[in-house]
């Protein structure tokens, strides 16, 4: 048998050693193994080598790959495609079947790590730990080349068995270090008497620490501090309590905090919030009420029950005795107005003297009887009666507007004069118009509708229209005065103010501030806020009653002022045509509106406001005295003063007729008292040929005898000139004192050569005694007094020739 299997041996050796004749090439050896895949006589995977001139099996490449982590323990799976030959694909794809089919392996970042390499490394990481008794995850991940969570995961089931320690933040301690630092914590929560942050006391211990080891010290993170602290609250070696995490309450403090309350509400029966507070009661409400059930929770206190019983009986008081009485006074001082409001809220006696309307609460701790309220508005209310109520009634626009004719100066005497023959004017027209109904028509009514169609002349093919069109001017006006008069009315009632109110309650009861309050506006604000609306409905009233009495006073006003308005307006319309005669004289012109805006357009709106003031205080219900609105004369902040307290737009209007009388043109102030009076449902006429003739007839009529009457020889000479300018013009000028002489030079061409002479020589004596008395002392020893009575008598002389002069020319006229 052996020496057959050695007859074997020497055949095999000799053919191996025996070159063949047919040798194949890498080529057919790689056609032929995939003939054989092909004919799946090879029916197992083959997998190329990187060289390409090996196959190896995916079992065989498995088996090289486990046999590496089993003599490696860790090994990447770019070293196992470089140790075995195969493509890293290959080798991903078996390593991943492996680490399936093995608990013991972990795939990690290309990397395949066993159990046994942990196990290995935990005994390194613990003869460390021992030596140093804190190690840093970060430090040994870092050392390991791996995730800090992938060290945890791998230390914390091996904590205890092969790695002897604790971890806790991020850090690994040794058992001794865990109790030494337990110890610190446990004395020093021991030692807190009073709550503190936790986190305080961890920077405490910290700093603590880094001193007692040194530059050898490790840092301990506070993590570690607060769960050795849990611990110990757990386990019951600390007693307090603990909230959020942080904030730590000793049992000893709780304790002397619940006494401190206890005490005190049991002697005053009340705690403020604040105070609890202070005492480190975070949410005392929920403390007290814990603590207290049948406690009352006000705003900034908690209070027993006794203090409504205390306050019930004093206000049950105050009600029978018809009086007040202010609940703070009774209460603590640290009880706020919130708080009484509350306690008195539930009082049984106030609950009932409200259900029974006997008593009402006032800014929040004062409670009324309304027996006293009601005593203390009749009072108020009386007082209105006969007292005037700012802005309310007794004084009219005269009192308030009143400027005597004394107080005009800078005027001269041809002013004054001519001021006289302006207010005549009107007055012998309307008187001569009379005297033609009584001579022409006495009784005829078709004369009478005649004479009366003369103002309505202008516009006669449109007569209809025209007072359709003021008809409704008219009624619209008065629609806007009338709810303008409303929302004034309303407004008016505000003059009742609080202000006013807490000064007649102060008045008419002194024991507001004889009781020697802090602030007597404490209670006199709640209470006045209470009695204006009263006030204002019984003013309402009163004001209603009133504006049914002012009715007829509001109809005889407007239609006097009607007239009035007529008047003045024609003539002004008279005197505006004789200044178109200076148009060309610049500075003239100037003085000559000025001074009839001074004089005719004055008078006329002083007039207007004064009537329309009082006209609106009648509408509103005030009642007005009436008294003589014309012997009146307003200053220029008076004339403001009143257009300023009408109505808005009539108000808007009324000014900006105040600002054109200030003006330079005649035009610009006729234009603006149109539109006032056009606001105001009044119509002003419009002067036309006829009745322009008629007003210049009157007026030269009247200079005329004025002249004529006349013995003052300055005086004389601004009539001298009015008449003249309207025989020869037939226009009515009306020229200050220093536009006199322009209107002599005017009137040279019109006259001839020894009138004029005698006129211009009048006009330089005049002026010359003028100059005279202005400059003399008042001395009848000084010789200008007898240089004044020489150039008055002069002038008497001259008087004749000049009045002869003017009362032929309008002799031969007539």
């Known amino acids: 048998m052996d020496e057959e299997l ?29 003939k054989l895949h092909q004919l799946q006589i090879i029916d197992f995977d083959l997998l190329h080598t990187i060289t390409g001139k090996e196959y190896i099996t995916p079992e065989q490449l498995r088996n090289e790959v ?66 140093c008794s804190q190690i840093a995850i970060a430090e040994i991940a870092g050392q390991l080349q791996v995730g800090s969570e992938l060290v945890v995961s ?73 769960s050795l602290f849990n611990g110990l609250v757990k386990e019951g070696e600390i007693l307090g309590s603990l909230r959020a995490g942080v904030h730590w309450t000793p049992s000893v403090f709780a304790m002397a905090q619940k006494d401190c309350v206890d005490s005190f509400f049991s002697q005053n029966s009340f705690i403020t919030y604040d105070s609890m507070q202070k005492l ?50 009774v209460l603590p001082a640290s009880l706020g107005s919130q708080d009484a409001f509350k306690i008195l809220s539930l009082c049984p006696s106030v609950q009932a ?98 004479e009366t169609g003369v103002d309505n002349q202008e516009s006669a093919p449109s007569k209809s229209k025209k007072g359709q069109k003021k008809g409704k001017v008219s009624s619209g006006s008065q629609a806007a005065d009338s709810n303008s008069g409303a929302r004034k009315n309303e407004d008016s009632l505000g003059v009742i103010s609080e202000e006013w109110v807490i000064q007649k309650i102060t008045s008419l009861n002194p024991d507001f501030e004889e009781q020697g309050l802090d602030d007597p506006e404490m209670i006199l604000l709640p209470l006045a806020r209470h009695l204006r609306p009263l006030l204002v409905n019984s003013l309402k009233e009163r004001r209603k009653a009133a504006f049914t009495e002012n009715a007829q006073k509001m109809k005889k006003l407007l239609d006097n002022l009607q007239k009035k308005l007529d008047e003045s307006f024609l003539n002004m319309q008279l005197y505006e045509k004789a200044l178109d005669l200076f148009e060309d004289d610049q500075t003239t012109s100037v003085l000559l509106h000025k001074h009839l805006l001074r004089t005719t357009g004055t ?5 207007l406001l004064l009537n329309l003031d009082m006209h609106n205080k009648l509408k509103n219900g005030v009642p007005v005295d009436p008294q003589n609105l014309e012997s009146i004369s307003l200053s220029a902040g008076d004339r403001s003063a009143l257009a300023k307290s009408l109505p808005r737009v009539l108000s808007a209007k009324a000014i ?47 200079l005329t005898s004025q002249v004529s009457a006349e013995m003052d020889p300055v005086s004389l000479l601004p009539q001298v000139i009015s008449l003249l300018y309207a025989q020869v013009h037939g226009k009515a000028l009306q020229a200050p004192g220093r536009a006199i002489s322009a209107a002599v030079a005017r009137l040279k061409d019109k ?20 100059a005279l008395m202005s400059a003399a002392t008042g001395n009848e020893e000084d010789c200008s007094f007898d240089r004044i009575l020489t150039k008055r008598e002069l002038l008497e002389e001259l008087m004749p020739a000049l009045k002869g002069l003017v009362l032929s020319t309008s002799q031969s006229q007539t």
């Open 280 to 329: 480190g009661i975070p949410q005392p409400s929920q403390f007290l009420q814990s603590r207290y059930p049948d406690g009352i929770s006000l705003d900034t206190a908690y209070a027993h029950p006794s203090m409504i019983e205390m306050l019930d009986a004093a206000v049950e008081d105050a009600i029978e005795r018809n009086s007040w009485i202010d609940s703070l006074s």
């Open 603 to 607: 008078s006329m709106i002083d007039t």
């Open 656 to 702: 900006a007729t105040v600002e054109a009388l200030e003006g330079k043109r005649v035009e610009s102030f006729m234009s603006a008292l149109r539109e006032v009076a056009e606001e105001s449902g009044l119509t002003l006429k419009k002067l036309d040929k006829k009745l322009e003739r008629t007003l210049l007839h009157s007026y030269r009529k009247d």
């Open 154 to 226: 791998i230390l914390e089931p091996r904590l205890g068995t092969l790695v002897k320690g604790r971890l806790e933040g991020g850090q690994l301690y040794t058992p001794a270090y865990v109790a030494r630092v337990n110890a610190m914590v446990r004395g020093a929560a021991r030692g807190i008497f009073v709550p503190m942050n936790t986190s305080a006391l961890w920077n405490t211990l910290q700093s603590l620490l880094q001193e007692m080891d040194g530059a050898i010290g490790v840092a301990v993170d506070a993590s570690f501090f607060q």
């Open 751 to 770: 006259l001839d050569d020894s009138a004029f002479k005698t006129l211009v020589e009048y006009q330089s004596g005049t002026v010359s005694l003028l």
């Open 66 to 131: 486990v046999a590496e982590i089993n003599r490696l323990g860790r090994i990447s799976l770019i070293d196992l495609s470089d140790s075995t030959g195969v493509d890293l694909y290959h080798v991903e794809k078996q390593a991943q079947y492996v680490v399936s089919h093995d608990s013991s392996l972990m795939l990690i970042n290309g990397e395949i790590i066993s159990n046994t390499y942990w196990d290995t490394a935990a005994e390194e990481i613990n003869e460390r730990l021992q030596e």
């Open 353 to 450: 003297a409200q259900k029974s309307n006997r008593a009402l609460i006032l800014g929040d701790s004062y409670i009324f009887s309304n027996g006293f309220v009601k005593d203390l508005f009749d009072r108020i209310e009386k007082e209105m009666e006969t007292l005037s109520v700012p802005g309310l009634a007794g004084a009219g626009p005269v009192d308030e507007f009143r400027v005597t004719k004394d107080a005009k100066v800078g005027y001269d005497s041809s002013e004054v004069n001519e001021t006289r023959s302006d207010a005549g004017i009107s007055k012998q027209a309307s008187e001569k118009g009379s005297k033609k109904k009584k001579g022409k028509s006495s009784g005829n009514s078709k004369m009478e509708q005649a």
């Open 6 to 34: 050695l007859e074997l041996q020497r055949q095999f050796e000799f053919a191996q050693q025996a070159k063949s004749t047919v040798r194949l090439s890498e080529r057919n050896v790689v056609e032929l193994v995939q």
